[in-house]
């Protein structure tokens, strides 16, 4: 079945830059994405990026995916505080609704 | 609009009882999730619908869970009976689904089950 993995932790300082990568199995994948989550809440959309793409860039955001290698990345730009969360890497496979999310990676920021 | 709801947020049980979650998806959306995320095991889906109805229940751990969406705007996960390693937080997620949209997911606040 699909897979979908990420490191687990990530410690940057404020003002640097970040960078979570993920890798995952499904060739046929339409969608991939980028979910935060904040202490106590839900997921919420970050960012996604359509397979014909190999670049989105949204404000401090960046998503690069390499579909040969099946590997997305999400840089941010001068990380804040505020940054700090569990990133979810995720795909959604074609013709089907179930997105398929990777375990999470913690981001902690230091000031 | 007020996003996904969910109930109780917080439920504290004994090995044995029956818990019921509760979701209230987006008025308008036709897809919605149920998600269990333990720290070993991260998120996993449990089960969806489409159109109320069940798609794909294959994440569903046994026979002790079952779930129902009765109409658009009202879905229950049960556990029955609950064990402890059933603790985890539950999330419910709906979604506006189309073939050719990245349909993104609205995730509710979560309900932190403990089961003692």
């Known amino acids: 079945g699909e897979d979908v993995e990420q490191s687990l932790f990530l410690s940057v300082r404020e003002g640097d830059s970040s960078v979570i990568n993920c890798t995952y199995t499904?060739?046929?994948?339409?969608?991939l994405y980028w979910y935060k989550q904040e202490p106590g809440a839900g997921l919420q959309l970050l960012t996604y990026i359509f397979s014909n793409m190999d670049m989105k860039q949204d404000q401090r955001l960046t998503v690069l995916l390499n579909k040969k290698d099946k590997h997305l990345s999400l840089r941010i730009a001068d990380t804040q505080t505020g940054d700090s969360a569990i990133y979810f890497c995720a795909e959604k496979g074609g013709g089907y609704q179930k997105v398929t999310f990777g375990i999470g990676t913690k981001l902690q920021v230091i000031p | 609009d007020a996003g996904v709801i969910q109930s109780p947020r917080h439920e504290v049980t004994e090995m044995g009882q029956e818990v019921t979650l509760r979701c209230k998806p987006i008025s308008g959306h036709n897809s919605l999730f149920w998600y269990r995320q333990t720290m070993m095991r991260g998120l996993e889906l449990l089960i969806y619908?489409?159109?109320?109805?069940?798609?794909?229940d294959s994440g569903m751990p046994e026979d002790r869970f079952s779930a129902k969406m009765p109409n658009a705007s009202f879905s229950t996960l049960k556990i029955q009976p609950s064990e402890p390693r059933d603790s985890a937080v539950y999330f419910c997620a709906s979604s506006r689904t189309s073939s050719d949209s990245y349909n993104e997911q609205f995730f509710g606040p979560g309900t932190r089950l403990t089961v003692l």
């Open positions: 619908f489409n159109n109320n109805v069940p798609i794909d």
């Open positions: 499904d060739s046929s994948s339409t969608y």
